[in-house]
């Protein structure tokens, strides 16, 4: 997954993927190239369902 569809994923601005990519609670991106990154769709979505589950168990 690219940036752009992390954050339509997620809901979550740049900022905040990064900051969160930073204190070790957000996946890490994959290098693809010199100058571009792109996400573990499979990551992404586990982390999603997690704060889904945090949220049922309120």
Do not use: C, H, K
């Not at 693809?32 to 704060?51: F, I, N």
Request: zero cysteines.
């Amino acid at each position: 997954m690219r940036l752009t569809e992390v954050i339509q994923t997620t809901g979550l601005a740049r900022s905040s993927i990064y900051n969160r990519m930073n204190e070790g609670s957000f996946p890490r991106p994959v290098s693809l190239g010199a100058r571009s990154v792109g996400w573990v769709s499979d990551e992404v979505q586990d982390w999603v369902e997690a704060r889904i589950q945090e949220r049922d168990e309120l």
